[in-house]
C-alpha cells in the first residue's frame, strides 16, 4: 500500500515538472517572439542618393520613382504578406513571393495583393538628399 502512494507522488511530481518546464519553454519562446517584434517595429531612416535615376530604382526598403523633378517614395514591402518587391524588369514592381504586381504608382496591377503600396512622407535634407523614417 505504501508503494502504491509512492508511485502515484512520483507521477504527480513529473507531471508538475513536465507542466512547468513547458510553461518555462512557452514564456521564453513568446518573449523572443515579442522582442522579435519589437525589433521589426523600430523605425529607422533612410537616406536615398541625391541624384535619383530616371524611373523606378530600389534603396534599402524603399522604391524611388523619379520622372523630372517629380519624385515618388513608395515603400517596397509587398501589401499582401509583406515580402521585399523588386523590378519586374518592364517597368512594373514585382513580388517574388507570390507573384503580385504594382505599377510605379503604386497600384495593384496584379494579385493576390489587393492593396496598393505605401507612399513615404519623405523631405530633403541640406545635401538634397531624400531622406524618408520607414
Ligand atoms: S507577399 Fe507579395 S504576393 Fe504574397
Redesign the pocket.
Known amino acids: 500500500m505504501a508503494i502504491q502512494k509512492n508511485t502515484s507522488v512520483s507521477r504527480r511530481r513529473f507531471v508538475g515538472v513536465v507542466l512547468a518546464a513547458a510553461g518555462a519553454l512557452f514564456l521564453l519562446l513568446t518573449g523572443r517572439i515579442v522582442r522579435r517584434g519589437r525589433v521589426l517595429r523600430r523605425r529607422r531612416t533612410v537616406v536615398l542618393p541625391a541624384s535619383l535615376p530616371e524611373g523606378i530604382s530600389f534603396h534599402d526598403g524603399v522604391i524611388a520613382v523619379r520622372h523630372g523633378e517629380r519624385l515618388t517614395l513608395l515603400a517596397a514591402r509587398?501589401t499582401?504578406?509583406?515580402?521585399t518587391l523588386e523590378a519586374a524588369g518592364d517597368g512594373t514592381i514585382r513580388?517574388p513571393?507570390?507573384?503580385?504586381r504594382f505599377d510605379e504608382r503604386g497600384r495593384v496591377l496584379q494579385g493576390?495583393?489587393t492593396q496598393p503600396l505605401e507612399r513615404l512622407s519623405w523631405h530633403r535634407d541640406r545635401q538634397g538628399r531624400p531622406v524618408v523614417n520607414l
Open positions: 509587398c499582401h504578406l509583406g515580402c513580388c513571393c507570390h507573384g503580385s493576390p495583393a
